[in-house]
């Protein structure tokens, strides 16, 4: 739970006097008689609040004002004010773009001070919805460094150890199965031993998890696989993606792989404090599927929101079975095949079995499946046979 500070403008106090709870309209920590309070629509909500600070080490019974609040809202990360209120100034500064765009004076960080930046990540200020601390649980592989481990728990979320078959990190939601985030983390020299060695092992990953795209695809599910390279140390040199390549074809050849062909993710992070903050980062992307923080241009918002994304995704309609409700990509998918139309694609999805049950449905089972009878079921068994040679 995030906070954001307010001032009135013709208050000359030079600090906050209310906090906002991020995206809940009218519920607020404000002061009065000398003590804070919670303002919120029930007791059960100003009950949740006030957890969810006291799991935060914070409780507001102690203090006396808002401004000692504040300081330690903003120590706890949970104070999303960039700039604090300030008395207005007679002097104007003029910014245009030419400023901004002006990088001629800007100094490039060395890997010394990235090194720095890296470690100095707070992983506790990744700004999770509600929602998503309830509902999303992260599993991270019992092979993979304790530190990892260690640094993603900060983050508030579910986690737990366990042995994975895909991946070395994966992200579900407790309310939707069907959908996960797959993550391999790998050294810059694990993967050029993967890369360049005689069992091309990230070759055969890439394929396994490229197969798994497609089988979460086909029942209507999706998964997304997101390889992320840590530099690391060897032979006293510092390993990035790309120095740790023979050649930069090497490194050109294996991302068009992975990449284009296998439609996954490659990301580079600097180290496993960095790469902790991107799986955490990440994860409210692929849960919430919007920025925390909207990106503006003026007034405008740039950003699509997550119900505007879904607008554009095309709408599936709904055909209720004995086992519940399937959408029509199975249908779409069925009407593919040559001599299956539209009416019979709805009676075999119908049966809520997933399309590669259906094709290896045999000619009795197809008669007898409503809308199908005796005369179908020869055509279409035949025309799956013939597919599947």
């Not at 809940?24 to 007791?43: D, P, V, Y």
């Not at 991107?278 to 405008?300: A, D, H, N």
Request: hydrophobic share 35%; net charge positive; aromatic share 8%.
């Amino acid at each position: 739970m995030l906070f954001r500070g307010w001032k009135p403008k013709a208050n000359k106090r030079n600090s906050f006097v209310r906090f906002y709870v991020v995206n809940k309209e009218g519920e607020f920590i404000g002061e009065g008689n000398k003590k804070l309070f919670i303002n919120a629509s029930t007791e059960a909500r100003k009950t949740e609040i006030y957890n969810s600070l006291l799991g935060n080490g914070i409780d507001i019974n102690i203090y006396d004002n808002t401004q000692e609040l504040e300081g330690k809202l903003e120590s706890r990360g949970l104070l999303i004010n960039l700039v604090k209120p300030k008395f207005k100034s007679n002097i104007k500064k003029e910014i245009t773009d030419t400023n901004l765009d002006n990088q001629e004076n800007y100094t490039y960080k060395n890997d010394e001070q990235i090194e720095l930046e890296a470690n100095n990540l707070c992983i506790e200020k990744t700004p999770f919805r509600n929602e998503t601390r309830l509902n999303t649980f992260i599993q991270v592989d019992d092979r993979e460094p304790i530190a990892l481990f260690e640094t993603l728990q900060k983050n508030g979320l579910s986690i737990s150890k366990t042995r994975l078959i895909d991946g070395s990190v994966v992200i579900k939601s407790k309310q939707d199965n069907n959908k996960k985030l797959v993550i391999v983390r790998m050294t810059a020299s694990e993967l050029r031993a993967a890369i360049m060695g005689k069992e091309k092992r990230a070759y055969l990953k890439a394929e396994k998890y490229y197969k798994s795209i497609q089988e979460y695809q086909n029942e209507g599910g999706l998964m997304q696989v997101v390889w992320l390279i840590e530099s690391d140390m060897k032979n006293g040199n510092k390993q990035n993606l790309l120095n740790s390549m023979e050649t930069l074809e090497d490194f050109s050849s294996w991302y068009n792989y992975i990449s284009v062909i296998c439609n996954q993710q490659l990301i580079e992070t600097f180290n496993i404090t960095h790469t902790a903050f991107l799986i955490s980062t990440l994860t409210q992307g692929f849960t919430e599927q919007e920025l925390y923080f909207p990106i503006k241009v003026g007034k405008r918002r740039i950003d699509r929101t997550a119900k505007e994304r879904k607008k554009l995704k095309k709408k599936i309609k709904v055909i209720n079975t004995p086992n519940g409700s399937i959408g029509d990509d199975l249908v779409s998918l069925l009407s593919l095949i040559p001599g299956i139309n539209s009416n019979i694609a709805i009676a075999l999805a119908k049966t809520g079995k997933t399309f590669s049950q259906i094709t290896n449905l045999s000619q009795e089972e197809l008669q007898y499946i409503p809308g199908i009878g005796p005369k179908n079921s020869i055509v279409i068994f035949c025309t799956f046979n013939q597919s599947a040679k």
